[in-house]
């Protein structure tokens, strides 16, 4: 019963989906689609590769080495908001995730930083920095590849939006952090690389994969990694967190079909979306209420401006935690008790701030 309460995202979703199913019956291929296979062989494929890693001890590794680096919390904090933010331009938004919450866990471990804290100004930061990049998260890569905008003009329209996120998670990160220097567990230091081989191969894993899906073949890289774990690293396999999968199938179904039914489409068709002030507005709420990429795929015909939608529905990632996937994955990696709770006291302050500034930010400079 305790695991069932632990599960309640599952629950949640599997319940809305179940619901929407029975009194709104689809063709199977709707449900194909909704289901989104190739994101979530994607996140099957990063979680088998993380696993790998974090078994090695190179994790533990790199907590050392991060630490050695930094002399207060305050700067640790910026210093992993920062890497945090710049790994989500290049590697995606959960990826970044998925290689930072894992080393901020074992950092705090060994040391007085407040892993909870950390883990929701790295939620924070994976939205601000992937905003800027075309590549940093699902919807801007829709966006860009459906209003076929050159690179770099297309990062260079989302810069003010991005500009205005970062400095406020870097100015949170200052103010929340405490002052204190950094106190060591010398007990739990523990920097030794277990397994070389098996860090090594799984690091290599981890790239391929995120090549994979890059070129659109995150099920045969998933398929590939679990046939290579399940021959060399079986114990791997048996740790990961395999309900996080079965978590998101149920909010994509159940959101997914939400999304499309009659009265939400019907109600979206009374708004003028060429209307900036409505486009900004209806991003982020929708945002709130299914996530920030179905949001983005139920607007996305529906306006003239892909960067106008593309500024507010990764502003509407702040807010609730369903707003971003991503805010869902830094909580479940890192398992923190309240965990939820925290994000949203911070969250939800932090889009009301955040949101009217990207707006004037976006209108003066864009």
């Not at 050392?64 to 919390?73: D, F, G, K, Q, T």
Request: charged share 10%; glycine share 8%.
């Amino acid at each position: 019963m305790q695991k069932l309460q632990a599960e309640w995202l599952l629950l949640l979703f599997g319940a809305l989906t179940i619901a929407l199913a029975l009194l709104d019956p689809q063709p199977l291929a709707k449900y194909q689609r909704w289901l989104q296979l190739p994101t979530l062989a994607g996140l099957m494929g990063l979680l088998i590769a993380i696993q790998g890693i974090r078994d090695s001890g190179l994790v533990q590794h790199a907590a050392v080495a991060v630490i050695a680096r930094a002399h207060s919390l305050r700067s640790l904090g910026l210093l992993l908001v920062t890497a945090t933010a710049l790994l989500s331009m290049v590697l995606t938004n959960d990826v970044s995730l998925f290689l930072i919450v894992p080393l901020t866990l074992a950092i705090g471990g060994m040391s007085n930083l407040p892993v909870l804290r950390m883990v929701v100004l790295e939620a924070l930061a994976v939205n601000a920095g992937s905003t800027l990049s075309p590549i940093g998260n699902p919807q801007n890569l829709l966006l860009w590849q459906h209003s076929s905008m050159p690179f770099l003009h297309f990062t260079l329209a989302m810069l003010p939006a991005a500009a205005v996120m970062y400095t406020l998670v870097a100015a949170f990160t200052w103010l929340w952090l405490p002052r204190d220097r950094i106190e060591l567990a010398p007990e739990k230091i523990d920097g030794q690389v277990t397994s070389g081989r098996l860090g090594v191969w799984s690091t290599a894993a981890l790239a391929g994969m995120v090549l994979l899906m890059e070129y659109h073949r995150a099920p045969l890289g998933a398929a590939l990694l679990l046939v290579l774990f399940a021959l060399l690293a079986r114990s791997s396999l048996a740790r990961i967190d395999w309900l996080l999968l079965l978590t998101f199938a149920a909010i994509f179904l159940g959101l997914g079909h939400f999304a499309e039914l009659p009265l939400i489409r019907h109600g979206l068709d009374q708004l003028d979306f060429r209307q900036p002030p409505i486009l900004y507005a209806s991003g982020i709420i929708i945002s709130q209420l299914i996530s920030n990429v179905p949001a983005t795929v139920l607007l996305l015909d529906r306006t003239p401006d892909a960067i106008a939608l593309a500024v507010a529905v990764n502003v509407g990632g702040f807010g609730l935690a369903i707003g971003s996937l991503a805010n869902l994955i830094a909580l479940r990696l890192a398992k923190q008790p309240g965990g939820l709770r925290l994000l949203h006291l911070v969250s939800i302050p932090f889009l009301l701030i955040c949101a009217p500034l990207v707006y004037l930010a976006w209108c003066w400079l864009g």
